[in-house]
């Protein structure tokens, strides 16, 4: 064994994965822009972005050197980046939200499928199956008009799409590793059906939860604008699909800077997510090599 070997080895996992992330520097960038954006929307949930509703210069104004008209004006002569700056709290939120419901609903239905197989397997692949057959935005508008419009009703609705394919993902992981030799050992010193499939192992298929994780991300944010713009999202105006609906009429009168700015800001967001979530899913994989 060699002497990097057994640095490597006498490191702990959380370590090992930390300097496998860190190894591109592009990827740290990535994941300050996402840091950024979380402290936006904290900032927002603690009251300390301005208020965008609140006029700062004249209706439709070109972006200027000034911080409030950075990125131009609206018709009413609010801040463009004001704006943006609160559609990216109910972005956040609603990203976080959908990601923290979705995903454990996946892993766990996931998990019990491919480990018990027989019927319990057949009736969660016949119920996530029956779900994909329906089109996502019908679905999900579907969902938003029975529990009301509002971010909670939103995030709910996602959710419900989101969660098969994850679900699918480890069900198949758990298939392959549920009579592979380390399980059939700890299953002969007496470990329980749950000590199994949640100590050993979900841990040797979670990092591709990681990246399902910010897929379901991705997912969310993109269908929040869609739902917005298709009048059952967010309706009080603190959100990109709000600006990106009133972007149709703009365009026609030339008016470019209100779409250009959201669709910056969602750019940054979508493509930070993929290039951190991809670092994550590799960094977390227990068979990567060095």
């Not at 057959?133 to 008009?145: C, H, K, Q």
């Not at 419900?160 to 758990?174: D, K, Q, S």
Request: net charge positive; glycine share 10%; hydrophobic share 50%.
């Amino acid at each position: 064994m060699t002497a990097h070997e057994l640095v490597n080895e006498s490191e702990s996992p959380g370590k090992r994965a930390w300097n496998r992330f860190k190894r591109h520097k592009f990827t740290l960038i990535c994941l300050g822009v996402l840091i950024g954006y979380v402290l936006i929307a904290v900032a927002g949930f603690l009251g300390l972005l301005p208020d965008f509703q609140e006029r700062v210069g004249a209706g439709n104004e070109t972006p200027s050197m000034s911080v409030a008209r950075i990125l131009g004006t609206d018709l009413f002569g609010r801040s463009v980046l004001y704006k943006i700056l609160i559609g990216t709290k109910t972005a956040i939120t609603i990203g976080f939200l959908t990601t923290l419901i979705s995903v454990p609903v996946g892993i766990f239905f996931g998990a019990v499928a491919g480990y018990y197989g027989g019927r319990i397997d057949a009736m969660i692949t016949w119920f996530y199956t029956v779900l994909s057959s329906i089109p996502n935005i019908l679905l999900l508008v579907g969902i938003a008009y029975v529990m009301g419009k509002g971010l909670l009703s939103i995030c709910v609705a996602m959710a419900a799409v989101t969660w098969v394919g994850l679900c699918r993902l480890i069900r198949g992981e758990v298939m392959k590793h549920r009579n592979m030799e380390y399980v059939l050992a700890a299953r002969l010193l007496g470990a329980s059906d749950f000590r199994l499939i949640f100590r050993h192992i979900l841990p040797n298929v979670f990092h591709l939860a990681i990246i399902s994780a910010s897929l379901i991300t991705l997912t969310a944010i993109k269908f929040e604008v869609i739902l917005t713009f298709l009048g059952v999202g967010i309706q009080d105006g603190a959100s990109w699909g709000t600006m990106v609906s009133d972007a149709g009429g703009e365009l026609v009168n030339g008016i470019w800077w209100p779409l250009f700015g959201v669709t910056v800001a969602m750019f940054l967001i979508l493509y930070a997510l993929n290039i951190v979530g991809d670092a994550l899913r590799d960094a977390l994989d227990p068979k990567f090599v060095d």
